[in-house]
């Protein structure tokens, strides 16, 4: 298998995926939703009772929301997350019990009235680890509203929760094939024109199209071409893309699946080689 990158930024990764079948790539796909790790909040704490301002004015530690739901929300806000540095928390050398290899603390206390956002989470040990949104609403506050809520962040991975999926919008196709019978083509920049993503071009008089790797496969060209245009499919390639949640860049993300995958496959071939 060879992956040529067509375009790599922060948050998304588009692949041109070469010399590979579907269900490798399928392989890959569901690595990066089911088994790339990443950080989420796991377990949060309420403050029960009132709390007090800088000027003495007490609040009820509560919201307009059951406590299940806010921390659902919580649980789904986008962590920042350093593969080389955390551990999960079930294989920690503290037992289990939560410490800076395995865990992130949040601390939230917001008072109302007033919108609560993603953002007013703040990371009690290093400004570092502040959420990678901060703009994603939790809860709207009334008056005499502040809730005081302790959260904990932990490594796991997609397959146990969904909150654990570092990406979204992942998918991949096979790569089209355009075959322009120029003979056949009476009006080129009108079956240029027929390209609803405006792919197609005319050069020295023919039709072209640069980037196969954007066509959708509509068969746009094909019928306004009335058979002087087919589409097939390349064997073997597929344009594989998706996105992160930001809590991993797309280039971190992509190498921990190819990771996993490969130790998968090298596993599943000793397996094989014993029978």
Not at 5 to 28: Q, R
Not at 70 to 91: A, K
Not at 96 to 109: K, R
Not at 161 to 190: E, M, Y
Request: glycine share 8%; aromatic share 8%.
């Amino acid at each position: 298998m060879k992956i040529e990158v067509l375009k790599l930024e922060k948050a998304y990764a588009k692949l041109l995926v070469k010399d590979a079948s579907t269900a490798v790539v399928n392989a890959l796909r569901r690595t990066l939703v089911a088994d790339v790790p990443k950080m989420a909040i796991e377990d949060v704490e309420y403050h029960l009772g009132t709390v007090q301002d800088e000027s003495g004015k007490e609040y009820e530690s509560l919201s307009p929301m059951f406590d299940e739901i806010l921390s659902h929300r919580l649980g789904m806000v986008p962590i920042p997350t350093d593969l080389d540095l955390f551990v999960r928390r079930d294989q920690c050398k503290c037992g289990g019990e939560g410490c800076p290899s395995c865990t992130i603390m949040f601390v939230l206390n917001k008072k109302g009235p007033c919108t609560v956002y993603s953002g007013d989470l703040e990371p009690v040990a290093d400004a570092k680890w502040r959420v990678v949104d901060d703009l994603i609403p939790l809860v709207k506050l009334g008056e005499g509203q502040a809730p005081l809520i302790y959260a904990t962040a932990q490594l796991g991975t997609g397959k146990e929760h969904a909150k654990w999926n570092p990406v979204c919008g992942v998918g991949f196709f096979k790569l089209p094939s355009l075959t322009f019978h120029h003979a056949k083509i009476d009006d080129a920049p009108a079956l240029a024109k027929s390209c609803p993503r405006n792919l197609l071009f005319v050069e020295g008089g023919k039709v072209v199209i640069p980037h196969p790797e954007d066509c959708p496969a509509c068969m746009a060209c094909v019928e306004a071409g009335e058979g002087a245009v087919d589409l097939e499919f390349e064997q073997g390639t597929f344009v594989f893309f998706f996105e992160t949640d930001g809590s991993l860049t797309a280039l971190r993300a992509l190498k921990e699946a190819l990771k996993i995958v490969r130790a998968r496959f090298e596993g599943l071939d000793e397996k094989s080689a014993e029978l």
